[in-house]
């Protein structure tokens, strides 16, 4: 809680890093390190904001980045004897990526995967992207070819871009808890199957049935964040996700049930927009973009989820920033990287 009363979403470990001090790049490079990867200069520019969810086997980097290349070699992968896998998914900028020799420019958007047992490489112009950090023995399960996939380009499947449901995951991530990590992994090493061509129910006797169902839960979720704007209830989710009104009321039961999601969800993405730095919209007009139907409506479901009305909350919210506490620093993140590979 603030000390205002307000229900605080969990905060991301963070670090900015620009040209103004001389060891910026030397502080990300040693980041980037504890991954198992090196990273040079790219340019004369560099400026690094990362910002990073972590909930055990599964944890996600969003960062905006100048002038960097980023690689993964040989010597490098016998040394940390890393295996998890990782997607980067560009939201906008220019990035490129992919094997060694073979890197692609990535639209906003595209996915790739990579599999830390192959080398590999990111070049960074000027970039907005989302890292997902997945375990290699859940991914498998649900996409046993997985590692063929490695420096490609992800294509679309039938429930849509695996892109765009790593932004929503992305913006999804205040709001989750440990107990998600499963279904987090879950759910996104079930689309890399999908892309395979394997369907969820092949794979089901070899995971977690409560993993099963929190990636049911998280690909309502996702669905739901992605059509904010339109008008949603039980049969539209449960169509478009391919399941059973049963399954959808079961897979979100233990957060309120469907109306509670798609409510949570549009504050959510109010709290983001108003957030978001220079931005002078209306609450109104913010309000009607995410879907809800008035701003008596919004003001109350607002004031559910966050203690206090938008109004109250812009200037509030805008302040708050993550603590001395939250600081990304070297020692987390190897933490990190060791529990993805014990």
């Not at 998914?89 to 992919?98: F, K, N």
């Not at 049930?257 to 983001?272: C, D, F, K, P, Y």
Request: hydrophobic letters at 40%.
């Amino acid at each position: 809680m603030t000390t205002s009363g307000i229900l605080r979403s969990v905060a991301p470990h963070l670090t900015t890093l620009t040209g103004m001090s001389a060891n910026s790049f030397g502080i990300y490079h040693d980041l980037i390190r504890s991954s198992g990867a090196t990273t040079s200069p790219l340019g004369d520019t560099f400026e690094a904001t990362v910002a990073a969810y972590n909930f055990g086997r599964l944890t996600l980097f969003d960062r905006q980045l100048i002038g960097a290349d980023h690689r993964r070699e040989p010597a490098q992968i016998r040394r940390d004897g890393f295996e998890h896998y990782y997607l980067q998914v560009l939201r906008s900028g220019r990035m490129m990526g992919g094997r060694v020799g073979e890197e692609r420019q990535l639209a906003p958007g595209d996915a790739v995967l990579f599999d830390a047992t192959q080398p590999m490489r990111t070049l960074v112009a000027d970039a907005d992207y989302v890292t997902v950090i997945l375990a290699r023995d859940l991914v498998e399960a649900a996409a046993p070819n997985a590692q063929h996939l490695h420096g490609r380009i992800l294509p679309k499947v039938k429930t849509g871009s695996l892109g765009e449901a790593v932004l929503s995951l992305i913006r999804c991530a205040p709001s989750f808890s440990d107990n998600l990590a499963g279904g987090g992994n879950q759910f996104i090493a079930g689309v890399l199957g999908e892309i395979q061509g394997r369907s969820e129910e092949s794979y089901d006797d070899v995971i977690d049935g409560n993993d099963l169902e929190l990636a049911r839960r998280l690909k309502a979720e996702v669905f739901i964040d992605n059509n904010l704007g339109s008008d949603l209830n039980a049969d539209i989710v449960a169509r478009s996700i391919g399941v059973s009104r049963a399954s959808l009321y079961r897979a979100l039961r233990a957060v309120g049930g469907v109306e509670a999601v798609i409510t949570s969800r549009r504050a959510a993405r109010l709290r983001s927009l108003i957030l978001r730095p220079g931005k002078k919209i209306s609450i109104g007009r913010m309000a009607h973009k995410v879907g809800f139907s008035s701003l008596s409506h919004c003001s109350r479901a607002f004031k559910q989820v966050y203690g206090q009305p938008p109004d109250q909350l812009r200037a509030i919210l805008r302040d708050d920033a993550p603590s001395a506490a939250q600081a990304l620093h070297v020692e987390r993140m190897q933490d990190w990287y060791r529990a993805m590979n014990d």
